[in-house]
């Protein structure tokens, strides 16, 4: 009997993990990457290779876009189900009509 205890302990304590888990949504890594763009000199090209796709794009400027990351771990072995906030950026791009950056703006809004 203790045998079968002690091997379903074993099976049951393996299956459960202690590490973070960890969700993304968006550009990993927002804060390297945009590090990599220099005004007036980065293209619309050279942001589609560095950053992808934006997430968004403005609906009044269509040369306005967004990028958004979002990273969400779990609080706590303890607390299933609950989710802690780790980073949630904001980056607003602005290019004009030659495709040449000339605005950039990185929100921090996990405060």
Do not use: Q
């Not at 091997?7 to 949504?25: A, G, Q, R, W, Y």
């Not at 980073?87 to 703006?105: A, H, P, Q, T």
Request: charged content about 25%.
């Amino acid at each position: 009997m203790k045998k079968i205890l002690i091997l379903t302990i074993l099976v049951i304590t393996s299956n459960c993990s202690f590490k973070d888990v960890k969700k993304t949504h968006g550009i990993k890594n927002l804060n390297k990457k945009s590090s990599k763009l220099v005004l007036n000199a980065t293209n619309s090209n050279d942001i589609l290779n560095i950053l992808g796709p934006p997430s968004t794009k403005s609906e009044l400027d269509p040369n306005t876009w967004i990028y958004i990351e979002r990273k969400v771990s779990n609080s706590s072995v303890f607390t299933i189900g609950k989710e802690k906030l780790a980073s949630n950026n904001l980056l607003v791009l602005k290019v004009n009509d030659r495709g040449i950056l000339y605005e950039m703006e990185l929100y921090d809004l996990t405060k």
